[in-house]
């Protein structure tokens, strides 16, 4: 049965008809988007509490009666998950509440993840019928967050069904999202999983690059507990590659291979002073404050805390990083960024958010030089201040520098978040795979597929860095490719 079919089924199930004539379509669309309910920004600035509080059942009901219930419903088309959007907010309408949580759990591996971090307003937001009217989209991310919420808080946690155990090994390299959502689709259908995870906890990203105070560790570790409960194994401080070979992994009778290892390579600009004290990436940053409390003094491995610390990029994780700073102790915290506030890559949440914390934002400026102090600490930075010039290749304005136009600010440390590159390791030890000219694995956009039969691939690993949920869109087109084919091979 197709997906359409489905729907159609679903849409015309008789609680749905009454739901939907209980209230006139032009009656759902005058009511107004629910606001998320937040912590007091000076409170939060100082501790890692989460920051959004979640809807009320009142609230969550309200914002579902939003929902018009299309029948071509464009908002499942923004989704890389494919969560059937409509059943499940008409489920939360309803009162259903556990009932929303268990249409989530059919496609997506981590609802109450995706549910917070998720761009919602760039994917199925962005395609809501609303929009057209010139109104609000339906607050889908506030709606599945407050569904994952509710079973959680419930206790009735719902495990979704698996296949009788068909006896296959599959192997996956890395537990961030792409290796998560593979994992739980993969075991789904029946197969034995393995998750190897080079560090000591599982999560990937979602442990050590996104804060608490946005994702709490609580919320990725019940996702974890329930892929453990389909029958999903994990295996920590194992890095494939080095501790394991391909050959080990053959050899151990593992029939399929799924890379998901992320991008961990930060980037840098290579200008002068970049080697000083105090001048670091925010993977290293956010990785020793996330995951290993460097941000305690007792810590064994404490991180820098500076005063005045500057955070070069624009993106989630320059937000992350430069709100992490401030709630460490940071004086004076601020964003560098070379082009407009317009232009940005992080979400408008997040800025949002940080600008009520306290955080500067300082556009159009660039840094040229870190300088040091007799020890080699940073203590200042040279900014190039920029004007906008001509778009360039990716459809933003291109910042040009201002002849003459530098300034000089104090600093006493820097982060910095100008991106990151392909984790280097599968991609020079498993011989045989297609490589770009960035590190990045090439596969087949349709399937995951790599050029080793065996081997798929999907996240950072592949793209060079993307959202949570884009890396989830991939295990899951891996996971139905490397099912249809090891099908055929065994049942040809």
Not at 138 to 166: C, K, M
Not at 451 to 469: F, M, P, S, W
């Amino acid at each position: 049965m197709t997906i359409e079919e489905q729907l159609t089924i679903r849409r015309t199930e008789p609680w749905r008809e009454e739901l939907r004539k209980s209230i006139k379509a032009k009656d759902r669309s005058t009511i107004e988007r629910v606001h998320m309910n937040e912590l007091d920004a000076e409170y939060r600035s100082h501790c890692n509490k989460e920051v959004n509080k979640g809807l009320t059942p009142q609230q969550a009901r309200k914002e579902a009666q939003r929902c018009l219930d299309c029948a071509k419903p464009t908002c499942m088309e923004g989704c890389p998950v494919n969560i059937n959007i409509p059943t499940f907010i008409k489920h939360i309408e309803a009162g259903e509440f556990l009932g929303a949580a268990k249409v989530l759990k059919e496609t997506s591996a981590l609802p109450a993840v995706c549910g917070r971090v998720c761009p919602q307003e760039k994917q199925c937001e962005a395609q809501c019928i609303h929009l057209k009217m010139k109104k609000e989209p339906v607050a889908i991310g506030y709606l599945e967050r407050f569904a994952a919420d509710y079973e959680r808080e419930s206790g009735h946690i719902s495990i979704p069904e698996t296949a009788q155990p068909n006896g296959i090994k599959i192997a996956v390299v890395g537990s961030g999202p792409a290796g998560l959502s593979f994992a739980g689709d993969m075991a789904k259908s029946g197969y034995d999983i393995t998750v190897f995870e080079a560090l000591h906890e599982i999560g990937g990203v979602l442990k050590y690059g996104i804060p608490e105070f946005r994702l709490p560790n609580e919320i990725v570790d019940v996702e974890i507990g329930i892929l453990r409960k389909m029958g999903v194994n994990f295996l920590t401080n194992c890095i494939v590659g080095k501790t394991i070979t391909y050959e080990d992994l053959h050899n151990d009778g593992f029939k399929g291979i799924f890379v998901a290892s992320g991008a961990g390579l930060p980037n840098f600009m290579n200008i002068p002073g970049e080697n000083l004290v105090g001048v670091m990436s925010s993977n290293e940053y956010l990785t020793r404050v996330n995951l290993m409390n460097a941000g305690h003094p007792e810590s064994d491995t404490p991180v820098l805390i500076g005063k005045k610390v500057a955070v070069i990029g624009g993106g989630n994780t320059a937000m992350d990083s430069v709100r992490t700073a401030r709630r460490l102790g940071a004086e004076r915290s601020m964003i560098v960024y070379r082009r407009s506030e317009e232009e940005m890559p992080a979400r408008i949440e997040e800025v949002k958010h940080a600008k009520e914390e306290g955080i500067e934002i300082l556009t159009l400026h660039n840094p040229i030089e870190y300088i040091g102090d007799e020890q080699g600490r940073v203590k200042q930075m040279r900014l190039q201040k920029m004007a906008l010039g001509e778009p360039d290749a990716s459809g933003r304005c291109r910042p040009v520098a201002i002849e003459g136009a530098i300034e000089t600010i104090d600093v006493d440390e820097v982060i910095v978040s100008i991106g990151v590159s392909p984790n280097p390791l599968i991609p020079s030890t498993f011989q045989g795979l297609k490589v770009s000219k960035w590190g990045t694995i090439i596969v087949n956009e349709s399937t995951m597929q790599s050029a080793l039969g065996d081997i798929y691939a999907g996240g950072d690993i592949v793209r060079g860095g993307a959202t949570v949920i884009l890396a989830m869109g991939d295990g899951r087109r891996a996971a139905a490719a490397m099912h249809e084919h090891l099908m055929i091979i065994n049942h040809p």
